[in-house]
């Protein structure tokens, strides 16, 4: 159903009004989507379905002012090849793609063209680190200026052979002894927060996205399901797409892990253990998301007709906005285990801490096995002692 909610909006973007009717239908079938849930309810005992819907809005901007800028150097090669060097590092977010794509658009030429050089101080110095998810900005902007420096120099030779190629206008340039290397510097300069009298802007802009999450829990063991996730964000005109998309599943899967898995536990001091060692110490113990983790149903779209003119060519930062949204699926468990409570009379408000993990799922769901663990510790209060540090 959501997946018809989604392609509706993609439909309707492009008309404004029709904007209200995609409202209606939004509302429409998310209510029809708890009705459903409610009444597998009813249907089921030991297994409990919930529902939920989290927005998230993240600022996008380095903290300290001077971290956020960027460098990037551009050599034209008398056979029309481009090389490229910037100060980011690839490190599987598809950085170098963009800026390979920033770098062929600006120039006006294929990106079969432009060859990339990897990360190293000799060619751009004083990079900040990758990271805050402002790379693309900082880095596109500055491969976007020296290429328009490139294209101003070679704008004399573009003009007295209308017809020509880029590889004749690049021969001609250097004939005509036209430097064609460049290095540029982009730097975010709105960035003026003052902590002592608490005004200015913080942050450059923001993205924001919405996920639903529905999901299964049985209630016996605490194990749960992900039966479908739909998340709309807003990435203002992509650049890429795909890695984009790639981008939002990533860091919803993260947020998953986060919010219902990944639980540092710590010792007690013991014989063996000095107090505060740390007992998830690798894949045993620690758990993170898998293959069996991924939404049964998984639909992400990007926002239409949503430019930002801050940013490199009106897009959006995408690499860490989207993790929270994993906390829907957190939400949407303590949905399921609310209806067991309250068939069980429970209708006060519960703690539920982060990462809801198996054993606080099955703990949360009352029952005679779950009240015989209690009423042990209670019996044992005085005498046990913790195993674990709590933190």
């Given at each position: 159903m959501m997946s018809v909610l989604l392609q509706l909006k993609t439909s309707t973007g492009q008309y404004k009004h029709l904007d209200h009717v995609y409202d209606c239908m939004k509302t429409w079938l998310v209510t029809i989507i708890i009705i459903i849930t409610k009444n597998y309810y009813r249907k089921n005992l030991w297994k409990k379905r919930g529902i939920s819907v989290i927005p998230t809005t993240f600022g996008v901007g380095f903290y300290p002012k001077f971290m956020c800028q960027g460098g990037a150097l551009v050599h034209v090669y008398t056979d029309g090849s481009v090389l490229l060097a910037h100060g980011g590092v690839e490190m599987g977010q598809g950085l170098h793609t963009k800026m390979v794509q920033v770098c062929a658009r600006a120039l006006g030429i294929p990106p079969s063209k432009v060859h990339i050089s990897e990360m190293s101080t000799n060619t751009v110095a004083n990079a900040s680190p990758t990271a805050a998810s402002v790379s693309a900005d900082l880095y596109g902007m500055a491969v976007k200026r020296a290429c328009e420096q490139i294209k101003e120099r070679l704008s004399p030779y573009m003009e007295a052979n209308l017809k020509g190629t880029w590889e004749e206008w690049v021969t001609a340039a250097y004939v005509d002894m036209t430097n064609?290397?460049?290095?540029?510097?982009?730097?975010?300069?709105?960035?003026?927060?003052?902590?002592?009298?608490?005004?200015?802007?913080?942050?450059?802009?923001?993205?924001?996205?919405?996920?639903?999450?529905?999901?299964?829990?049985?209630?016996?063991?605490?194990?749960?399901h992900i039966i479908s996730t739909d998340i709309i964000m807003d990435v203002g005109d992509s650049i890429n797409p795909a890695l984009d998309i790639g981008q939002v599943e990533g860091a919803f899967a993260q947020g998953v892990g986060l919010f219902t898995m990944e639980e540092l536990i710590f010792l007690e001091e013991t014989s063996r253990n000095p107090r505060g060692q740390l007992f998830t110490n690798g894949p045993g113990n620690y758990k993170i998301p898998c293959f069996s983790d991924v939404p049964i149903e998984f639909n992400v779209s990007l926002l239409n007709g949503s430019p930002n003119k801050r940013a490199i060519y009106s897009s959006r930062a995408v690499g860490e906005p989207p993790l929270f949204l994993g906390a829907s699926v957190a939400f949407a468990i303590r949905d399921a285990i609310a209806t067991v409570r309250k068939q069980a009379g429970m209708t006060e408000c519960f703690t539920l801490d982060s990462p809801v993990t198996c054993e606080r799922i099955r703990m949360a769901c009352p029952d005679h096995i779950t009240q015989q663990v209690l009423n042990q510790c209670r019996l044992n209060a005085g005498s046990a002692k913790r195993w674990n540090v709590l933190v």
């Open positions: 064609l290397s460049v290095q540029d510097y982009y730097c975010i300069k709105d960035i003026d927060y003052d902590w002592e009298t608490k005004t200015g802007r913080y942050y450059d802009y923001f993205t924001s996205g919405v996920a639903c999450s529905e999901v299964e829990v049985d209630i016996l063991t605490g194990a749960y």
